[in-house]
Structures are given as C-alpha cells and as structure tokens.
T-cell receptor, first 115, second 112 residues
Framework: NAGVTQTPKFQVLKTGQSMTLQCAQD?????MSWYRQDPGMGLRLIHY???????DQGEVPNGYNVSRSTTEDFPLRLLSAAPSQTSVYFC??????????????FGPGTRLTVT | AQSVTQLDSHVSVSEGTPVLLRCNYS??????LFWYVQHPNKGLQLLLK??????LVKGINGFEAEFKKSETSFHLTKPSAHMSDAAEYFC??????????FGKGTHLIIQP
C-alpha cells in the first residue's frame, strides 16, 4: 500500500492564481480530511469528507473548495490564492468516524508559497 | 468546542534523561486522545492513542502516556531521551465526524 499520497510536494503561486492539491489513499478509508499547518498553530482542519459525495467544512474553510467523487481521491482547490494561504497542507484518512479511536494516516504534505 | 492545550512550546532535555511533554484536554465526555510526532520536513506519525481502555498507554520508540480524567491530562513520557527523539510533538483529540483537534505542538530539543 502506498498509504496517503499528496502531489505536488512544493508549489509556488502568485496571488490570484488557482490550483488543486491532490490527495489519494489506497486503504479504502471512508474518512478523508485536509489540514493546514502554520508555525505555532498546530494543524487546523480545512474540510473533511465522511464518504464519496459528502463533504463538510472544518475550522478554516474560507478560500478552499473540496469534492469527493470517489473513495480514493479528495482534492483541495484554492480558488484565488492569497499570501495568507502560504502554509503546509496535509491530507489525512481514516477507516471511519463511528469509532472515534480510528487512527488518522497522514500524507507527506504539500508546502505552498503564495507571493 | 473541544480544545487541547500543550503546556510547553519548547522542552529541552539532555540525552539519556527523562522526557515529559504535557497536555490537557477539555472534553467532558470520554475522549479519544493521540500523540503524534513530526520530524523536520516530514509528515505526522502516530506515537500512541488512548481509547478508554487502559489508562497507561504504551507507544512506539519507548514513549508512553497516562490518561488522568481527574486532571484532564494526557502527558507523554519517555524514561531516557535519545537524539533521534528531537522533533515536534502534537497532542490531539478526536471528536466525532469533524476531525482532529490539535494542540499547538511542543518542540523537543535533545542536548548531547
């Protein structure tokens, strides 16, 4: 199993550009989520999905869109990049949500810089 | 909303001495709690998890944590620090469908 994969690893955008961060998992996990990591802030939840066709907002959703058309993929779209979106983005997945003990598996991260 | 407080942003210990990283959670119900470690420029790796079974939880690399409901704490310990333990550590609570709540992290520094 590859686990959770993310592409690209690094990206530089200009203000106003759009892009999609890709996330895929091969563990047949129901639950997938996106976090951003900023210095001194820990990780904050952007959006999450409890299954194909179902998404919901987390703590910091503004400026981001998601969709979940398949179990495996959960892309994160930046509609119009802003310098405040400079961050490291992590995708995670877990077996489900009904058991709160389920471990979340994290991807390696995408480091995004917006100039 | 739940919150997780890591009481120290930085902890520095000498190699071979004990490690204590402190964490308090806020949930009034029985929480699911985790410790994750992040080495520089790497993703997050699960160290251990508490799921309302034994209150003393053993994890990987010699780490363990004790759940204390009366103190709403879930402190992480290791008897003897190793240079390879230098990393960022996150105390995390899981709450239902809306993902994980992270503490702000503790940076562990190991002095030779």
């Amino acid at each position: 199993n590859a686990g959770v994969t993310q592409t690209p690893k690094f990206q530089v955008l200009k203000t106003g550009q759009s892009m999609t961060l890709q996330c895929a998992q091969d563990m047949n996990h129901e639950y997938m989520s996106w976090y951003r990591q900023d210095p001194g802030m820990g990780l904050r939840l952007i959006h999450y999905s409890v299954g194909a066709g179902i998404t919901d907002q987390g703590e910091v959703p503004n400026g981001y869109n998601v969709s979940r058309s398949t179990t495996e993929d959960f892309p994160l779209r930046l509609l119009s990049a802003a310098p405040s979106q400079t961050s490291v983005y992590f995708c995670a997945s877990s077996r489900g949500t009904s058991g709160r003990s389920y471990e979340q598996y994290f991807g390696p991260g995408t480091r995004l810089t917006v100039t | 909303a739940q919150s997780v407080t890591q009481l120290d942003s930085h902890v520095s210990v000498s190699e071979g001495t004990p490690v204590l990283l402190r964490c308090n959670y806020s949930s009034s119900y029985s929480p699911s709690l985790f410790w994750y470690v992040q080495h520089p420029n790497k993703g997050l790796q699960l160290l251990l998890k508490y799921t309302s079974a034994a209150t003393l939880v053993k994890g990987i690399n010699g780490f363990e944590a004790e759940f204390k409901k009366s103190e709403t704490s879930f402190h992480l310990t290791k008897p003897s620090a190793h240079m390879s333990d230098a990393a960022e550590y996150f105390c995390v609570e899981r709450g239902g469908a809306d993902g994980l709540t992270f503490g702000k992290g503790t940076h562990l520094i190991i002095q030779p």
